[in-house]
T-cell receptor, first 113, second 116 residues
């Protein structure tokens, strides 16, 4: 069974801290992995996509890594800001032809000013 | 210039009614999806269409019927609504570049369905 778990479920940090969000998966035969953020009452915004052949992707203060052998991905946020407060979701794509995403349980991040 | 749009944003209705949610994308993508986010915020795929053809159909009650009149639109019709159908429904789209090569999925703002 393809399960995706995110730890911690919730995280509160003071502004300016660097932080790491974790995503673990049981089936490592993925095509790619996406990190999304979801603001309250809003849709999902794609942050980063890592193909299965890649180890990491970077965009601004965000860096996502992928280690298929251990079934883990991390999202690193540098110098956190209150505007980073949101729910962060990882999603795994196992079916390349269908692009079906299996979502993780999410991490609710609160950055305190 | 919204990329993926859904209507309505909120939908409140009585049990037993039939309702539809519409989705449109102007990104030129060939694949569209419906996801359901339950009260615990867990997101799960329901359907996917590629060039108007159904390619994913998860274990969803047959009261739910997607319809894709063209590749820019994917509507979701729900018959005989039940209390358990209350959730947020998200539409998404992407471009399939070939087997094993896929692009980012872009999501709509969601439709919050409340069944009373």
């Amino acid at each position: 069974k393809q399960e995706v778990t995110q730890i911690p479920a919730a995280l509160s940090v003071p502004e300016g801290e660097n932080l790491v969000l974790n995503c673990s998966f049981t089936d490592s035969a993925i095509y790619n992995l996406q990190w999304f953020r979801q603001d309250p009452g809003k849709g999902l915004t794609s942050l980063l996509l890592i193909q299965s052949s890649q180890r990491e992707q970077t965009s601004g203060r965000l860096n996502a890594s992928l280690d298929k052998s251990s079934g883990r991905s991390t999202l690193y946020i540098a110098a956190s800001q209150p505007g980073d407060s949101a729910t962060y979701l990882c999603a795994l794509n196992y079916g390349g032809a269908t692009n079906k995403l299996i979502f993780g349980t999410g991490t609710l991040l609160a950055v305190q000013p | 210039d919204t990329a993926v749009s859904q209507t309505p944003k909120y939908l409140v209705t009585q049990m037993g009614n039939d309702k539809s949610i519409k989705c449109e994308q102007n990104l030129g993508h060939d694949t569209m999806y419906w996801y359901k986010q339950d009260s615990k915020k867990f997101l799960k795929i329901m359907f996917s269409y590629n060039n108007k053809e159904l390619i994913i159909n998860e274990t969803v009650p047959n009261r739910f019927s997607p319809k894709s009149p063209d590749k820019a639109h994917l509507n979701l019709h729900i018959n005989s609504l039940e209390l358990g159908d209350s959730a947020v429904y998200f539409c998404a789209s992407s471009q399939l570049s070939g087997v094993g090569t896929t692009d980012t999925q872009y999501f709509g703002p969601g439709t919050r369905l409340t069944v009373l």
